[in-house]
């Protein structure tokens, strides 16, 4: 991680070998300039921090005087902010209501399927009416 110039004090606490993985994964990306490497790795470590400070401050993790992983998700839904990583901090559901979800989406499209396939079966036989006409 960065230090300073004397070897004192961590400036950021993110290990940087991960960060410029990260960087390097786009293929946009040819080189990644030591700062740039430094400010990135700031930034996220102060959004952590904040997205944390906020989640915990909204949550119901606070009375318990712990953050939680549905104080995270919680945020992530209701507030515009953080929107964007609703896809990465779901709500939790139990498996079993998982299941029936998708088996309730799986009874909808058979429906939907079978109302096609009536209505193509309609459309087919007025067609066959004008024609023996």
Known sequence: AARLSGGENRLVSLP????????????EVSSINQDALFLTAKATELFVQ???????KHGKGKEKN??????????????????????????????SKY???????????DVRKDNEEDEEEEDEDEAVEDVGS
């Open 99 to 109: 299941l029936k979800m998708l088996e309730k989406e799986k009874q909808d499209g």
């Open 66 to 95: 712990a953050l939680t992983y549905s104080d995270l998700s919680h945020t992530a839904e209701e507030c515009e902010t953080f929107q964007f990583l609703a896809d990465i901090l779901p709500k939790k559901i139990l498996a």
């Open 50 to 56: 904040y997205l944390a400070a906020y989640s915990y």
């Open 16 to 27: 940087l070998s991960r960060i410029r993985v990260i960087m390097k994964s786009s293929p």
